[in-house]
């Protein structure tokens, strides 16, 4: 199985600051004969199912606003929102979908400072 | 719209089998797409349990070894999950979802408001 480790399990952002989640595999989802990181990011706030933001590691969901960007290749990824809204409170979930089992890391829990 | 609904009880016996059904809409199930089951513990992370094609075709996660058969009425525009030999571990908001291609190897973009189900005696 592919491990998703997520940095930090939280933070604390001011609104208006960056916040910057982090996400590792143990091993490359980068699909060489395609050249696409098989990597999706998910927002799921309270009481509400996860929400699509990311995928292929760098691309937006329709409907989800530019302040949100993923970027990141092979094995490090990282997920920025630029400048942190009261409705970006939420955890942040990523997820390789390069192999099966399907797997996600553990949540990051975004907060305002 | 694609609109996903999931319903089943909410409270299954340790031992026994915890059964959900997905009912769909706003779109046909049999004309592409793959779907599936995801769950979350309370207070917990995510965990993919496993997906269907309308052709029948399906992938599971082997952490729930045989315990899950997952199904899929066309007619009916709905797909099902069982899970037997429930414990405790398996009480979870239960996520009825859809894949965003019909490779099964792709996120999800449609997801259910999801049920909670609790294994307890």
């Known amino acids: 199985d592919i491990v998703m480790t997520q940095s930090p399990d939280s933070l604390a952002v001011s609104l208006g600051e960056r916040a910057t989640i982090n996400c590792k595999s143990s091993q490359s989802v980068l699909y060489s004969s395609n050249s696409k990181n098989y990597l999706a990011w998910y927002q799921q706030k309270p009481g509400q199912p996860p929400k699509l933001l990311i995928y292929?590691?760098?691309i937006r969901e329709s409907g989800v606003p530019d302040r949100v960007s993923g970027s990141g290749s092979g094995t490090d990824f990282t997920l920025t929102i630029s400048s942190l809204q009261a409705e970006d409170v939420a955890v942040y979930y990523c997820?390789?979908?390069?192999?099966?089992?399907?797997?996600f890391g553990g949540g990051t829990k975004v907060e305002i400072k | 719209q694609v609109q996903l609904q999931e319903s089943g009880p909410g409270l299954v016996k340790p031992s026994e089998t915890l059964s959900l059904t997905c009912v769909v809409s706003g779109y046909s199930i049999s004309s592409d797409y793959y779907w599936g089951w995801i769950r979350q513990p309370p207070g917990k992370g995510l965990e993919w349990i496993g997906s269907?094609?309308?052709?029948?075709?399906?992938y599971h996660n082997p952490s729930l070894k045989s315990r899950v058969t997952i199904s899929i009425d066309t007619s009916k525009n709905q797909f099902s999950l069982k899970l037997s030999s429930v414990t405790a571990a398996d009480t979870a908001v239960y996520y009825c979802?859809?894949?965003?291609?019909?490779?099964?190897?792709?996120?999800?973009?449609?997801w259910g408001q999801g049920t909670l189900v609790t294994v307890s005696s």
């Open positions: 292929w590691a760098s």
């Open positions: 979802v859809r894949h965003v291609d019909n490779s099964g190897y792709s996120p999800w973009d449609s």
């Open positions: 269907i094609y309308h052709s029948g075709s399906t």
């Open positions: 997820q390789q979908y390069y192999s099966l089992p399907l797997t």
